[in-house]
């Protein structure tokens, strides 16, 4: 059955391989995280790997490469203990991914790819104005996973910036009405259609839709 | 502009809070881990935390909440460290989203949902039939995360089944082709509409499609 085994994937070229690995982790997230240096210059970068760590306290955890286009946005929440998690929205997709282009240390890509950026009282990182759903982190703990010199960082929600008519009643947020959108691979974007809510599963009855 | 301060998160009804902060990370991916016991008992579980931690060695990574549903499958990647990890496809997510209800240890989730076990030379820990990508994996690490008590698993792709009519010329996985569901919140499940794939960026040249 299977088509790979590790000792072909192994021998792979680095980019064919990049690319079948990327997508094997499914739908991810499409996420830009703004920080600003210790001199007060903003940076941005597009992000697929933010995933949930808790409700209570409220946290949120992403990988970092800390050798690639990436490297400024690590060493900023190194100083600054600090950043902004904004949606990628369907309208602003390819502006998103510009960010991923390797920009001179002294180019904001807010500029560079025709973002805004927005300011609130408590973050001082860098809000995406175009971005609907968007919420700031304080940095809780920086890791090295020594398997691979990946960077595990996990910070906590102070502040959150989420429209009322995309919450439901039952705190359920509506991120396909918000347009947020999903990557696939390293490159792939993707808008959504729900196929269904479907209720709290239990042992002794199929689950049913509730939306 | 923040609609939500800390203090009002905090303040929310749990039940409220949990599906509000589920939904921040964005899109998820929607697996289900295989595992079997020492007892030779098998186990199936859904997730939404898979997250791509390297390609060159192939690690994936995800997060487990020890006292919860998955707790028979913790212990299961602790005593055996394999698992298969297989994507949730449209056809059978109301199957895959009912394996989180709390069946006795001694009954298969395959059997009380619908689905059916498949055997490799490679694994010991169950496939799901009816999954057209899938993987196995060997668990490499098992943290806890003393932020909040989670379990932070990564393993290495031992075999991996992905049909290659699905695997572009330079390795890129459609998974929206295979009929993979993303996932939002605690149970919102989203069929895909891919908007592009995005060239490489580069800061002097904006993305352009190259599907």
Known sequence: MPNFERSQIDALPQRYRANLIN????????????????????????????????????LVGF????????????QNLKDTSQCTINHVHRDFFVEAHQCSARFDPDISEFEACGLTEQQTAISQAPYVNESVIKYALRIQSIQRLE???????????????CPNEVIGED?????????????????????????????????????????
């Open 23 to 58: 997508g094997l982790s499914g739908f991810k997230s499409a996420v830009l995280i703004g920080t600003r240096s210790l001199e007060g210059k903003p940076n941005l970068a597009i992000i697929s790997s933010v995933f949930h760590v808790g409700a209570n306290p409220p």
């Open 63 to 74: 990988l970092m490469r800390p050798h690639t286009v990436v490297r400024d946005t690590l």
């Open 147 to 161: 398997l691979n010199g990946t960077e595990l960082v996990i910070g906590e929600i102070t502040e959150l910036c």
């Open 171 to 211: 705190g359920f947020v509506d991120i396909e009405s918000a347009g947020t959108v999903a990557i696939s691979g390293l490159d792939g974007y993707h808008s959504t259609t729900r196929l269904a809510r479907l209720s709290y599963a239990r042992p002794d009855v199929f689950p049913s839709k509730i939306d």
